[in-house]
């Protein structure tokens, strides 16, 4: 397995594409809201990306039609954007994005809620974005790959949710998905050393029902059982300093979304 390590430089370069990707986003955040469709946001997002150095990153990818992937309530990944999908009040709509800048990658994803949601889904949504806090904070040099993981499983899994196993998080930099893959579940002190350089997009995708998954169609994936799914993500990278979130500002603190 060979995991690559970033320069100085190379970090510098992936925090550029990472300040797009969070533009974006965030832009698309507080755009969410009911009767906007999941085509109105792609839209939004290439209105975005339009005049900006660097590519969106999923446009193309293996086939995949669009800049976004909109998974709204049960869908836990790869929602194809449409206009004949509308936001409601209540729903809630997970956003993944990637942008591709001089030939480094970002990649990050958030759950948004439309309006006003259930106490118990905005319960999901919290224990999700807590999972990729925790996760992101075993992101230090001489940890193991298994205590990311176990970070995310372990703290779910106390809230009575459930991890999907059948996507994992990745390593990224001059490609979208490199080695190693992060599982959001794994017990500690197994798998791979952390080093400084190592950059791995991190994201849980947690189910508040059970961890099944069916596939609708090649691309879309929803939970088995019906019930809805979070999904939050960071490009992260190994530092002498730490953790660093290569897909917000540097003087960003705190929670990661």
Same mark, same amino acid.
């Given at each position: ?41 792609? &839209? @939004?997002? +290439?209105?975005? #990306? ?9 446009? *193309? !990818?293996? %086939? ?21 999908? &509308? @936001?409601? +009040?209540?729903? #809630? ?9 001089? *030939? !480094?990658? %970002? ?38 790959? *298994? ?41 500690? *002190? ?68």
């Amino acid at each position: 397995m060979a995991i690559h390590l970033r320069s100085a430089e190379e970090l510098e370069k992936m925090h550029r594409a990472g300040l797009a990707v969070y533009e974006v986003l965030t832009a698309l955040r507080e755009a969410v809201k009911p009767g906007l469709t999941t085509m109105d946001l792609e &839209k @939004l997002a +290439e209105e975005k #990306i339009a005049g900006r150095p660097g590519k969106a990153a999923f446009k *193309g !990818y293996r %086939g995949y039609p669009c800049v976004l992937c909109t998974s709204v309530n049960s869908e836990i990944v790869h929602g194809i954007p449409s206009p004949k999908r &509308k @936001l409601r +009040e209540g729903d #809630i709509v997970s956003i993944d994005f990637g942008m591709e800048v001089d *030939g !480094y990658y %970002g990649d990050s994803a958030v759950t948004v809620p439309v309006g006003r949601i259930q106490p118990e889904v905005q319960k999901l949504l919290d224990v999700t974005r807590e999972s990729l806090d925790r996760a992101i904070d075993k992101m230090r040099a001489g940890n193991r790959l *298994g205590d990311v993981s176990h970070a995310v499983q372990s703290w779910v899994e106390q809230h009575g949710y459930s991890v999907v196993r059948e996507f994992v998080g990745h390593g990224i930099g001059t490609k979208m998905h490199d080695e190693p893959n992060l599982p959001n579940y794994g017990e500690e *002190g197994r798998g791979a050393r952390l080093q400084e350089g190592m950059v791995i997009a991190v994201e849980p995708m947690v189910n508040a029902g059970r961890p099944d998954v069916r596939m609708r169609d090649e691309w879309v994936a929803e939970t088995a059982d019906g019930s809805p799914s979070a999904h939050f993500e960071h490009t992260v990278a190994v530092t002498a300093n730490g953790p660093w979130i290569l897909t917000r500002p540097k003087e960003m603190t705190g929670p990661s979304w």
